[in-house]
């Protein structure tokens, strides 16, 4: 393989891929955002006027890159009611959480959701290569997306947490799922690359011993993803390409 700051082509060595679901090949922050504005802008003004205080609203972009973007749910929810000053039991951001999951399942169901033209670009010449695909998500409805987005059948496995809740590991929740996904592809994880855009993701990938971890960073933030041990961080997969491939893979 060859890699740089913002470019990585593939060698023959590796004969699959992993790619994340969200933030990879379905582009969910947009929806994402707008239902945790729905769900926190009335606790929002709740807060303010107990505390007769000017109402903040959330911020659907700053608000949700800074805390939200490729995390888990209760953890986003907590820390960004901490950096409004706002602490919350458990059962309380547990109930949050489940509401915007809830609001954002109806609006994907409603209207459907879309996914990243360049990741689909490359997953077709992946496969025209003949090297297996994976989609993999520990969110329980990431097969559902898969779906709504009409590219579920590019995938030789799709694996959510939904379909299999008994590979996870008590270090790496989604180490589990990716060795799993590589052993239904019947690709060692030496062979096996892992497209991942968040650090939980990319740390999972690197203690998994996969051959190739590369981090997708499309919010301008790659000293994340390099830290939790990506090879290479690209900000999109137009970027990544196979050896000897034509340039519509890897366009500048």
Request: charged share 25%; aromatic share 6%; hydrophobic share 45%.
């Amino acid at each position: 393989m060859q890699t740089t700051a913002d470019r990585c082509v593939l060698g023959d060595e590796i004969a699959a891929i992993i790619f994340g679901v969200d933030g990879v090949v379905i582009d969910s922050a947009r929806v994402a955002a707008a239902a945790w504005k729905s769900v926190l802008d009335p606790l929002l003004r709740s807060y303010a006027t107990m505390q007769e205080a000017e109402v903040r609203p959330f911020e659907v972009r700053d608000d949700y890159l800074e805390h939200m973007h490729g995390r888990p749910r209760l953890d986003g929810v907590r820390d960004f009611l901490a950096s409004r000053g706002i602490t919350l039991p458990y059962d309380d951001l547990r109930g949050l959480a489940g509401r915007e999951e809830e609001l954002f399942l109806t609006e994907v169901r409603r209207h459907g959701i879309a996914s990243f033209a360049s990741t689909v670009d490359l997953v077709r010449v992946v496969r025209r290569r003949g090297l297996r695909t994976a989609a993999v998500s520990v969110d329980w409805y990431a097969s559902e997306l898969l779906t709504r987005a009409g590219v579920a059948e590019m995938f030789d496995v799709r694996l959510d947490g939904l379909e299999a809740p008994g590979t996870m590991l008590p270090v790496h929740p989604e180490c589990g799922l990716l060795l799993e996904a590589a052993q239904r592809l019947r690709t060692p994880p030496a062979r096996t690359a892992v497209v991942e855009q968040s650090p939980a993701g990319v740390s999972a990938a690197r203690y998994g011993a996969f051959a190739l971890v590369v981090g997708v960073d499309r919010i301008g933030r790659p000293a994340a993803l390099r830290d939790h041990g990506a090879d290479v961080v690209i900000n999109d997969l137009s970027r990544l390409r196979l050896l000897a491939e034509p340039a519509m893979v890897g366009r500048p």
